[in-house]
T-cell receptor
Framework: DQQVKQNSPSLSVQEGRISILNCDYTNSMFDYFLWYKKYPAEGPTFLISISSIKDKNEDGRFTVFLNKSAKHLSLHIVPSQPGDSAVYFCAASDRDDKIIFGKGTRLHILP | DTGVSQNPRHKITKRGQNVTFRCDPISEHNRLYWYRQTLGQGPEFLTYFQNEAQLEKSRLLSDRFSAERPKGSFSTLEIQRTEQGDSAMYLC??????FGPGTRLTVL
């Protein structure tokens, strides 16, 4: 049973517009959430994280929103740039400190 | 380079052979994680270490898999009697924020 779900396998967004990537989770014990970006033949690169005591965290063009009651988080990228084209993974951690990944969403930034 | 390194980057082997991968984490990090990623999936947790102690192993880690971190520095992941289903990218992470480039294993 998937504890972290990314229901959109792919997403296409025009350059300069906002990209919104969504993630749902089922385990209410998760208290720390992370987003990673991955290019082919490379390991995941950490982007941004959020603790369950917050509902928003911002870092430059990247903002993560957390809705605990809905068990939902989203990553907003604005403005989207060509270099943002990659696979994005949502991940969650409980007090065990290991992380559980979603299946990823492939983001295409269109010129 | 002070990041996480993994060797080899690619490994092609025949079914039934043993393979060993190495991970060198960031030196001051106590935690070291191993993950496996197959096509179309996110990385799946295999095991992790706090210094030299192996704290947790996933059910994915069958008896053919063994991981060590003998001096709390580098780690090795060995797969014995490889099967075609072992073909995947094996990722090492030094803390949760720093992943290595991975070792891609192909079992023929």
């Amino acid at each position: 049973d998937q504890q972290v779900k990314q229901n959109s396998p792919s997403l296409s967004v025009q350059e300069g517009r906002i990209s919104i990537l969504n993630c749902d989770y089922t385990n209410s014990m998760f208290d720390y959430f992370l987003w990673y970006k991955k290019y082919p033949a490379e390991g995941p690169t950490f982007l941004i994280s959020i603790s369950s005591i917050k509902d928003k965290n911002e870092d430059g063009r990247f903002t993560v929103f957390l809705n605990k009651s809905a068990k939902h988080l989203s990553l907003h990228i604005v403005p989207s740039q060509p270099g943002d084209s990659a696979v994005y993974f949502c991940a969650a951690s409980d007090r065990d400190d290991k992380i559980i990944f979603g299946k990823g969403t492939r983001l295409h930034i269109l010129p | 380079d002070t990041g996480v390194s993994q060797n080899p980057r690619h490994k092609i082997t025949k079914r039934g052979q043993n393979v060993t991968f190495r991970c060198d984490p960031i030196s001051e990090h106590n935690r070291l994680y191993w993950y496996r990623q197959t096509l179309g999936q996110g990385p799946e947790f295999l095991t992790y270490f706090q210094n030299e102690a192996q704290l947790e192993k996933s059910r994915l880690l069958s008896d053919r898999f063994s991981a060590e971190r003998p001096k709390g520095s580098f780690s090795t992941l060995e797969i014995q009697r490889t099967e075609q289903g072992d073909s995947a990218m094996y990722l090492c992470a030094s803390s949760l924020q720093y992943f290595g480039p991975g070792t891609r294993l192909t079992v023929l």
